[in-house]
């Protein structure tokens, strides 16, 4: 009995090698030229670069760190507190003190002209933060030029007054560890001052003058201080001696230091010493010691006597003699 059931025999048809794989192998050979195209232009640029311009490249890719420290310390402040001049200290802050070493606005002429070499060296920092040591040195270095260039205009003004030539010899100035030292003393035959008294004449007043044209454009304070004689005084006041007189002679030509064109607020101290302090202690009663000192004082030892730290007021005037 013959079948009528049609036999179908299926033949799979086997799919060609790409495919089998898809087309992946596009996108890794894709990755392949990509890398291989940057390797290329790495060897290119190393071969054309200089070493300036590669340092350059590593930083931008690998910036150096700015701190070494890795404690919250290290972040831009360094873990010191920021303090403006006038505002309150801050008790945790590391003591350093900034020091302009750049020429600015509304200095001295004395101040500028010590600036003015800072300016000539280009690769010079301009502010930085130095120790407390540092910063003394550099302002002795400085002090030293301006007190040398203030007595030689101080002899030079006096020089060519012709009024000033017959008491240049009572004019004596040298430097002391307190600062610029500027002496009227007496000669044998030729007071500043009249005897027993503390009115100052036209001469020691003009003289006083020249002082302060020099004196006040130095940014120092200065001290003014009266000493007379071992000699007894005798005057027509009872209880008025030595110490008195030498005091009203102090205040007297600090007063002609302010007319002279001196800030009132400069005059650090007003001391009368009488004879405690001879210019020639071999002889007492030389007219030598009877004299008007004036002491540029260093900023250092701009200060009152028992205190740490030179911190005046502006509108202190140093301790009243009477």
Do not use: C
Not at 103 to 124: I, L, Q, V
Not at 283 to 291: G, H, M, Q, S, V
């Amino acid at each position: 009995m013959a079948s009528n059931v049609d036999i179908v025999i299926k033949r799979p048809k086997k799919g060609g090698h790409e495919a089998h794989h898809g087309g992946a192998w596009k996108v890794a050979y894709a990755d392949f030229v990509t890398a291989m195209m940057a390797f290329f232009l790495l060897l290119w640029l190393l071969n054309a670069t200089t070493e300036e311009q590669k340092r350059g490249i590593s930083d931008y890719f690998a910036p150096s760190s700015v701190s070494q420290s890795p404690s919250g310390a290290g972040s831009i402040l360094g873990g010191r507190a920021i303090s403006a001049p006038g505002a309150m200290t801050s008790g945790t802050s590391s003591p350093s003190v900034s020091v302009p070493l750049s020429p600015s606005e509304g200095k001295s002429d004395f101040e500028s002209k010590g600036d003015d070499a800072a300016s000539t060296d280009p690769g010079r920092e301009r502010d930085r933060d130095i120790t407390e040591e540092e910063a003394r040195e550099v302002l002795a270095k400085r002090e030293e030029e301006q007190f040398k260039e203030a007595e030689a205009e101080l002899r030079e003004a006096i020089a060519k007054a012709p009024d000033l030539q017959s008491i240049q010899e009572n004019l004596l100035i040298d430097r002391t560890p307190e600062g610029l030292r500027i002496q009227i003393v007496d000669q044998e035959g030729k007071p500043m001052f009249p005897l027993g008294s503390a009115r100052i004449d036209e001469r020691l007043q003009a003289l006083m003058g020249k002082i302060a044209s020099v004196v006040e454009k130095l940014p120092n304070r200065i001290s003014v201080t009266g000493h007379t004689d071992a000699l007894q005084f005798r005057g027509s006041r009872q209880g008025y001696g030595n110490w008195e007189l030498s005091s009203d002679r102090a205040l007297a030509s600090r007063r002609a230091l302010i007319s002279g064109g001196m800030p009132t607020e400069r005059v650090a101290m007003v001391v009368g010493r009488a004879a405690e302090e001879p210019l020639v202690p071999e002889e007492p009663n030389d007219a030598r010691n009877r004299r008007i000192s004036i002491v540029v004082l260093r900023q250092a030892n701009d200060k009152p006597k028992g205190q740490g730290a030179a911190q005046f007021r502006p509108d202190w005037t140093g301790p009243r003699v009477r």
